[in-house]
């Protein structure tokens, strides 16, 4: 059963797609919200549909995805999913989202029993959460509470390393099993990546003369995901280059732990 409160139960409601078909799916969208979809809220639903479709111990471990069409918020979105492979161990997802008769998104998931086997895992030494003082307070009545590292460099209007870190958790109380909580760090995943490939090149650009979106996105779980506590997301771009760029990301918690891994590739064109 999934319960949550705050501002993120709004969120946890639209991770329960309306299941039409035995492999096919509807998701909703915030009301009042105009533009195009927010790519992790896609990819979210997508995981969750998938999720529907598979054995609950076996949770999620990867995802690939790429997008293909902006979505809008102004019809629901068809989810269908195909069912590749049910392994003895692995599960395997296709998924394609679809809005008036066009694909939107497309996304392969990989689900994995609980097994035992060799580790280790960057540590990144204990964290301290932000304070309340340096919460965005522009979202109070969102979904996640955020508070980005440096800011204040990030103002300064100069060329930065494209490095740079943001603070997340759930706003209000997330129980649910862990499908939840990985398909709502999925959302998260999308945030923020596809401005750090641009830092180096600040002050070069006239911002309203970029187009801008993302391309393709992966997401690894390496473990239990809970999004009511603190995480830290850690992103740097190696490289952008044919009017992309490439980002990868890391999350960790408060005590170190490695949660997820992340890439993508955007859209960087600059038009005349």
């Known amino acids: 059963m999934t319960e949550a409160s705050g501002p993120v139960a709004s969120l946890v409601e639209l991770l329960k797609p309306e299941q039409i078909e035995t492999n096919l799916f509807r998701a909703s969208h915030p009301e009042g919200r105009p533009g195009r979809l927010f790519g992790g809220q896609v990819i979210a639903q997508a995981v969750a549909a998938a999720s529907r479709t598979v054995p609950e111990d076996r949770p999620i471990h990867s995802l690939h995805a790429y997008f293909l069409r902006p979505g809008t918020p102004e019809v629901p979105a068809i989810i269908e999913v195909e069912r590749i492979r049910d392994g003895r161990s692995f599960t395997t997802r296709r998924v394609v ?13 990989s689900f994995q029993i609980r097994e035992e086997g060799l580790s280790h895992a960057v540590e990144s030494g204990p964290l301290v959460a932000p304070r309340d003082d340096e919460i965005d307070e522009s979202r109070a009545n969102r979904a996640f509470l955020m508070a980005w590292k440096d800011w204040d460099r990030f103002r300064s209007g100069e060329p930065q390393e494209p490095v740079q870190s943001m603070w997340f958790r759930a706003n209000g109380e997330v129980k649910a099993d862990q499908s939840v909580h990985r398909a709502l760090l999925a959302f998260h995943s999308d945030m923020g990546l596809l401005s750090t490939p641009r830092l180096p090149h ?17 997401v690894w779980f390496h473990g239990d995901v809970d999004v009511n506590e603190w ?42």
């Open 97 to 109: 989202v679809i809005q008036r008769g066009e694909a939107i998104l497309n996304l392969d998931a």
């Open 231 to 272: 995480h830290v997301y850690q992103m740097e771009s190696p490289n952008s280059a044919s009017a992309r760029g490439y980002i990868r990301g890391t999350l960790f918690t408060t005590e170190g732990r490695l949660v997820a891994s992340t890439m993508q590739e955007g859209l960087m064109r600059l038009w005349e």
């Open 202 to 218: 600040v002050g070069s650009f006239d911002r309203r003369k970029m187009q801008s979106a993302s391309l393709d996105h992966a």
